[in-house]
């Protein structure tokens, strides 16, 4: 099986290229290879092998830049996306494009259901929006699978900027009212290794939108207490967390207030497990506090 990737490098991309069996290739080229925010090089890069299944774990992700970068943001995460579904259509080759819980506007007051109205609060939502539609639009076999909260050894995330933190201040003020899940980028990367596997293996299945989390629900506070629960005997000194607003905690971008994300569908369909977020936070922090080169 033969796989192209996109965002190779990002925190999914290194947690998916970990996890890849002997038996499948991947082909993950990089941004001198391929940049998508002027991505002439898509067509000529499906062309170029038999691929089996496009991933894309490219985007850009940086929400509060992307108030003031729109055409950028837009530019790599809905033309990018565009174009590749589009090549890839042609080819018959099936996707698996990435998404966010940031394409909800957090009211619903319930886990959002993969068909539920969409209503992005910020640029980097919206561009991400806009990328799920063009993917549908295309018209090929394509799974959109949205995620949220990821965290890694790897790259920019609130765990690792929890951990900065921690050298610097005494005492963190973290928001108390927006929930999620927390999600480890290496159990997104074994489901989106399952939905690939099963959309190679299995040509009549179709594609669709699903969600995928790790089990379980709470807010950036608690997120952040949990860090410091896991990580704090190996820490030089654990901060006090205090619970705060986010009316006390401006950012550029808005961000939705509850968006958590039903995954039943996900877990019925394809051959995904689940693991709960603070299963994967310790084994996370684990092996984030081992590494040197994170
Ligand atoms: N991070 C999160 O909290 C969440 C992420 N998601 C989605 O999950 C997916 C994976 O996110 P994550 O792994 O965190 O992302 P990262 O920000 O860690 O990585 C982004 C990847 O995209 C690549 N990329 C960005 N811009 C370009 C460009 N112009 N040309 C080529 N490559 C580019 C980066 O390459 P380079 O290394 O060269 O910069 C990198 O490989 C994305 O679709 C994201 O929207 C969804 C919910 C939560
Ligand atoms: C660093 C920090 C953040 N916060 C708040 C700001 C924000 O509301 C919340 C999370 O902050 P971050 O900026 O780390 O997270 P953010 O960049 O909003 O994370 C999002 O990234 C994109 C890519 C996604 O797709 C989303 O699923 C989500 O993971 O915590 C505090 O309250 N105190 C702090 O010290
Ligand atoms: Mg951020």
Same mark, same amino acid.
């Given at each position: 099986m033969n796989i192209l990737l996109l965002g190779g490098s990002g925190q999914l991309g290194r947690e998916i290229l970990l996890q890849t069996p002997p038996r499948v290739r991947v082909a993950a080229p990089g941004r001198d290879e391929l940049d998508l925010a002027a991505p002439d090089a898509i067509e000529a890069l499906i062309d170029s092998q038999p691929f089996d299944v496009v991933i894309n774990a490219a985007a850009y992700t940086a929400v509060d830049r992307a108030e003031e970068e729109r055409d950028r943001a837009f530019a790599i995460n809905a033309e990018a996306p565009r174009r590749l579904a589009a090549a890839a259509a042609r080819e018959g080759v099936p996707v698996l494009h990435v998404s966010t819980d940031y394409v909800f506007d957090g009211r619903k007051?319930?886990?959002?259901? +993969?068909?539920?109205?969409?209503?992005?609060?910020?640029?980097?939502?919206?561009?991400?929006?806009?990328?799920?539609?063009?993917?549908?639009?295309?018209?090929?076999?394509?799974?959109?699978?949205?995620?949220?909260? *990821?965290?890694?050894p790897f790259g920019a995330n609130f765990l690792k900027t929890m951990l900065r933190l921690a050298g610097e201040r005494d005492t963190l003020r973290v928001v108390d009212d927006q929930r999620g899940t927390p999600t480890a980028a290496a159990s997104l990367a074994a489901a989106c *290794?399952?939905? @690939?596997?099963?959309?190679?293996?299995? +040509?009549?299945? +179709?594609?669709?939108?699903?969600?995928?989390?790790?089990?379980?629900? $709470?807010?950036?506070?608690?997120? @952040?207490?949990?860090?410091?629960? $896991?990580?704090?005997?190996?820490?030089?000194?654990?901060?006090?967390?205090? @619970?705060?607003? =986010?009316?006390?905690?401006?950012?550029?971008a808005q961000r939705p207030a509850d968006?958590?994300?039903?995954? =039943?569908? $996900? *877990?019925? #369909?394809?051959?995904?497990?689940?693991?709960?977020? #603070?299963?994967?936070?310790?084994? =996370?922090?684990?092996? *984030?506090?081992?590494? $040197?080169?994170?």
């Open positions: 007051g319930a886990p959002y259901r +993969p068909d539920d109205p969409v209503a992005p609060l910020g640029v980097y939502g919206a561009s991400k929006e806009a990328g799920e539609q063009a993917v549908r639009a295309a018209g090929g076999r394509a799974v959109i699978l949205r995620t949220a909260w *990821l965290y890694s *290794l399952a939905v @690939a596997v099963r959309l190679v293996a299995d +040509p009549n299945q +179709p594609g669709g939108t699903f969600h995928y989390t790790d089990a379980g629900e $709470t807010t950036w506070c608690g997120f @952040a207490r949990a860090i410091f629960e $896991t990580a704090g005997s190996r820490l030089a000194r654990v901060p006090a967390v205090a @619970a705060i607003t =986010t009316a006390e905690y401006p950012t550029p968006s958590r994300l039903d995954c =039943t569908d $996900t *877990l019925a #369909r394809f051959a995904v497990v689940q693991p709960d977020w #603070r299963a994967t936070l310790a084994t =996370t922090v684990e092996r *984030l506090l081992r590494r $040197t080169d994170s």
